[in-house]
T-cell receptor, first 112, second 112 residues
Framework: DGGITQSPKYLFRKEGQNVTLSCEQN?????MYWYRQDPGQGLRLIYY???????QKGDIAEGYSVSREKKESFPLTVTSAQKNPTAFYLC???????????FGPGTRLTVT | QKEVEQDPGPLSVPEGAIVSLNCTYS??????FMWYRQYSRKGPELLMY????GNKEDGRFTAQVDKSSKYISLFIRDSQPSDSATYLC????????????FGTGTRLTVIP
């Protein structure tokens, strides 16, 4: 079964802690993305990666970090510097020359 | 002004009704237009994809693009309770673009 998996589905953390969200794809896609979704704001791009060992900041990268050591994996770390980390986080992937992005099921992060 | 504007709803219709969902945009360079469906607490799934102006039909769904008016629509015929979801429009300038511009989503409920 090809697709994108994100884990965990729900994540709870205390303020001041870093937390890493997992994203894995077996679609053999080159490009991967992280979005944040908040009510009334649509999806906002955090980071994207077009190729292994390379990634670029999106519109709201502050307080986040990523790595792309393997083609199939693109973990996102939400650091303590992120001022408002509670949100629904979505990972997506696309073929390099593909026209569309395919999304994972999301991780809902709650920081208290 | 946001790049993409979408009425958040909510929109409630009786089963069997024709539903019209719309987005407007400001960037005339957008050429690729997508509609995603997102069920509650899930990741968005691609419904329709169109390039430039015109209509595209897929079963009960029709996507329409009017570039002269910077206006796109998604029509759902014979709406079903299973169509109840949030519908997101998205668009990009180039194929394989790293950054999609999303609307905030319209929440649709189809009442049996």
């Amino acid at each position: 079964d090809g697709g994108i998996t994100q884990s965990p589905k729900y994540l709870f953390r205390k303020e001041g802690q870093n937390v890493t969200l997992s994203c894995e794809q077996n679609l053999n896609h080159d490009a991967m993305y992280w979005y944040r979704q908040d009510p009334g704001q649509g999806l906002r791009l955090i980071y994207y990666s077009q190729i292994v060992n390379d990634f670029q900041k999106g519109d709201i990268a502050e307080g986040y970090s990523v790595s792309r050591e393997k083609k199939e994996s693109f973990p996102l770390t939400v650091t303590s510097a992120q001022k408002n980390p509670t949100a629904f986080y979505l990972c997506a992937s696309s073929a390099t020359s593909g026209r569309t992005q395919y999304f994972g099921p999301g991780t809902r992060l709650t920081v208290t | 002004q946001k790049e993409v504007e979408q009425d958040p709803g909510p929109l409630s219709v009786p089963e069997g009704a024709i539903v019209s969902l719309n987005c407007t945009y400001s960037n005339s360079a957008f050429q690729y237009f997508m509609w995603y469906r997102q069920y509650s607490r899930k990741g968005p799934e691609l419904l329709m994809y169109t390039y430039s102006s015109g209509n595209k039909e897929d079963g009960r769904f029709t996507a329409q693009v009017d570039k002269s008016s910077k206006y796109i629509s998604l029509f759902i015929r014979d709406s079903q309770p299973s169509d109840s979801a949030t519908y997101l429009c998205a668009m990009s300038v180039n194929v394989g673009a790293n950054n999609l511009f999303f609307g905030t989503g319209t929440r649709l409920t189809v009442i049996p």
